[in-house]
Structures are given as structure tokens and as C-alpha cells.
């Protein structure tokens, strides 16, 4: 890892005073790699904090153009990006958040064909996809690839997340300890359907950096066994344990 630059002493002056980041801790920041699947609602404010922190390298997958639509939520677009595609309006974004970061976008749909050669070349996985295939795939690429998955998702005014690390064997739970199979797709309604209040997303994609960060810099306690629920309209906030399931088509055989 490189000297942090003068610069840089300045920008990161906040993150060097704490004992549990310092100067070592900034640096190993700036020497990561991590993968954003999708740019949207949970996307968007977690590049934003990913880039304010100095992350060194993002990864951004995302097939979509930013829409007005978009807009009330998506707050890594801007007006004048309407019609652009969202990797390259996070990449103007986040290069104007801060020139440390190198941005590699990826204007793809992340699906069986790319999946492994995507997540082979990150440190770590921030799942803000929208659709129960995405999470399935990556929970298991990343598993079989030794990539810790941080995952969210929204609801109309809640949200939940945690931390997948089931590589590393017993007690960590994979997502299909949790959720065995995906649901009917008329169960769970989309947002473009069902709605949702914006400022709920950016709770939740603030905490996903959080804990990105968390596991870059090996501190505090991992969400991984653990599922985060929020619920905007209680104001409330409450855990769930997840335990490792010993029948878990992805996991068991470390069981």
C-alpha cells in the first residue's frame, strides 16, 4: 500500500483521527476493490459514502438509463443525466465526489455468463439489485469465489440487510439459509408498482456502506448471521438471527 498524499491527509483528516481506521486503515481503503450491482435506489447513496470514504476501486454493474422516474430516489443521477446510462452517470458522479476513486463500469445485466469473472476481480460484493434472481446468483457466486456478499433491499418503508460470509464454514449463514428459494414472482410487488418513499433507500444504502466498510477494515461486529430490519413508519429498528441451515443447498457441505 502506497503513502497517503498530503492531499489526501486533508480529504481523509476525519477517518486518520479514529483508532479504529488511522492511517493504516485509509490506506487499505484505498487499496480495495469493491462491486456495486446496480445503480439505483440502494446503489446510488451507497457509491456516494463508498467514494467520500476512499474506497480506491468501484465496480459498478448496472444495464439501465437514468430515468425521470428515477430522480425521487436515485440520487447518484442528476436531472441532466435523464437518458444516460447509469454506470457512466455514477462514474461523473463519483469522479466529482472524489479523484481518488477509479470507477469500472460495467453496462450489463450481471447474469450466469459474466457473474464469475465480474466478482473474481473485487475484494467484496454490495448487492442493491431489485429482482430475487440477481441475489440467488450472487449469493451463490460468491460464495463458491470466497467474496463476502453484502446485501440489501426495500420495501415500500422498510428496508433489510446483512452480511454473507458463509465460506468461511459454521456459524456464517448464506442467503439461502435464509431465504431457501425465491418467491412467487407476483408475491412481491416492484417498486414501479408498489412504490416507495425515497428517503427509505437512502437509510438503507448508508447502511450497506456502513458495513461495507466495517468488514473492508475488519472492525466492529458483523451483520453476517444477523438480518438488519428497518421500518420507517415505527422509526424503528430490530435483528433477527440467522442460523446456518445444515439442509442449505448452497452451504451445507461446510456444515
Known amino acids: 500500500m502506497s503513502?497517503?498524499?498530503?492531499?489526501?491527509?486533508?480529504?481523509?483528516?476525519?477517518?486518520?483521527?479514529?483508532?479504529?481506521?488511522?492511517?493504516?486503515?485509509?490506506?487499505?481503503?484505498?487499496?480495495?476493490?469493491?462491486?456495486?450491482v446496480g445503480a439505483g435506489g440502494l446503489g446510488s447513496p451507497l457509491l456516494l459514502?463508498?467514494?467520500?470514504?476512499?474506497?480506491?476501486?468501484?465496480g459498478i454493474v448496472d444495464d439501465d438509463t437514468v430515468d425521470l422516474s428515477n430522480l425521487q430516489r436515485q440520487v447518484v443521477h442528476a436531472s441532466d443525466a435523464i437518458g444516460v446510462l447509469k454506470v457512466e452517470s455514477a462514474r461523473t458522479t463519483v469522479a466529482a465526489i472524489n479523484p481518488d476513486v477509479h470507477v469500472e463500469t460495467h453496462a450489463s445485466r450481471l447474469d450466469a455468463t459474466n457473474v464469475s469473472?465480474?466478482?473474481?476481480?473485487?475484494?467484496?460484493?454490495?448487492?442493491?439489485?431489485?429482482?430475487?434472481a440477481t441475489r440467488y446468483l450472487l449469493n451463490d457466486t460468491c460464495y463458491a469465489m470466497r467474496r463476502t456478499l453484502i446485501a440489501a433491499a426495500l420495501s415500500p418503508f422498510d428496508g433489510q440487510l446483512s452480511t454473507f460470509k458463509a465460506y468461511r464454514g459454521p456459524p456464517h449463514p448464506c442467503y439461502r439459509c435464509l431465504f431457501r428459494e425465491p418467491p412467487p414472482s407476483d408475491a412481491v410487488p416492484r417498486c414501479e408498482t408498489a412504490g416507495i418513499l425515497g428517503a427509505v433507500a437512502g437509510v438503507m444504502g448508508t447502511l450497506q456502506a456502513t458495513e461495507v466498510l466495517k468488514e473492508l477494515l475488519d472492525i466492529g461486529d458483523s451483520l453476517s448471521g444477523t438480518l438488519l430490519m428497518y421500518d420507517a413508519l415505527r422509526a424503528g429498528f430490530h435483528n433477527i438471527k440467522i442460523p446456518r441451515d445444515p439442509d442449505c443447498p448452497t452451504c451445507a457441505k461446510q456444515s
Open 3 to 36: 503513502e497517503l498524499s498530503e492531499t489526501q491527509f486533508h480529504r481523509y483528516a476525519r477517518h486518520l483521527i479514529l483508532d479504529e481506521v488511522g492511517e493504516e486503515g485509509q490506506e487499505k481503503l484505498l487499496a480495495s476493490r469493491v462491486l456495486v
Open 49 to 58: 459514502y463508498l467514494a467520500a470514504a476512499g474506497v480506491g476501486t468501484l
Open 117 to 132: 469473472d465480474l466478482v473474481a476481480g473485487y475484494d467484496l460484493v454490495a448487492d442493491g439489485s431489485d429482482n430475487f
